[in-house]
């Protein structure tokens, strides 16, 4: 009986892409504490979406559940800064050469975002 073996070498590149054309975000404010973030994502087979929210020094971090919608968030006085980061993560056959396994992958991370204040 021959044995598969898989080894998953994770790859993981933090470097975050600044992408305007496919992460919209719109804010309004609604009152002097309270704002609406309205979002787009369009880009296809994502890991996961963060919303970040800078006030004050202080970075909130949310899970965003569908790539398209509006949240009202209330209680920031001053100046706030919105981002949403993006995840993807691809997977790479490699080389038979390059690994003495059946099937070797290399999973790489991808991170982008769109940011607005």
Same mark, same amino acid.
């Given at each position: 009986?021959?044995?598969?073996?898989?080894?998953?070498?994770?790859?993981?590149f933090?470097?975050?892409?600044?992408?305007?054309?496919?992460?919209?975000?719109?804010?309004?404010?609604?009152?002097?504490?309270?704002?609406?973030?309205?979002?787009?994502?369009?880009?296809?087979?994502?890991? $996961?979406?963060? +919303?970040?929210?800078?006030?004050?020094?202080?970075?909130?971090?949310?899970?965003?559940?569908?790539?398209?919608?509006? @949240?009202?968030?209330?209680?920031?006085?001053? $100046? %706030?800064? %919105?981002?949403?980061? %993006?995840l993807?993560?691809?997977? @790479? $056959? +490699?080389?038979? $050469?390059?690994?003495?396994?059946?099937?070797?992958?290399d999973?790489?991370?991808?991170?982008?975002?769109?940011?607005?204040?």
């Amino acid at each position: 009986m021959k044995k598969l073996l898989i080894i998953f070498s994770f790859c993981l590149f933090f470097n975050a892409t600044l992408d305007e054309s496919n992460i919209d975000i719109e804010l309004s404010i609604t009152d002097t504490k309270t704002f609406e973030i309205s979002w787009s994502v369009n880009i296809q087979d994502y890991e $996961e979406l963060i +919303l970040k929210i800078n006030h004050n020094g202080t970075i909130e971090q949310f899970q965003i559940p569908t790539s398209a919608g509006s @949240i009202e968030m209330c209680c920031y006085s001053d $100046e %706030v800064e %919105v981002t949403i980061l %993006v995840l993807v993560t691809t997977s @790479i $056959e +490699l080389d038979p $050469e390059e690994c003495p396994a059946v099937n070797c992958y290399d999973f790489i991370q991808e991170t982008y975002f769109n940011t607005k204040n």
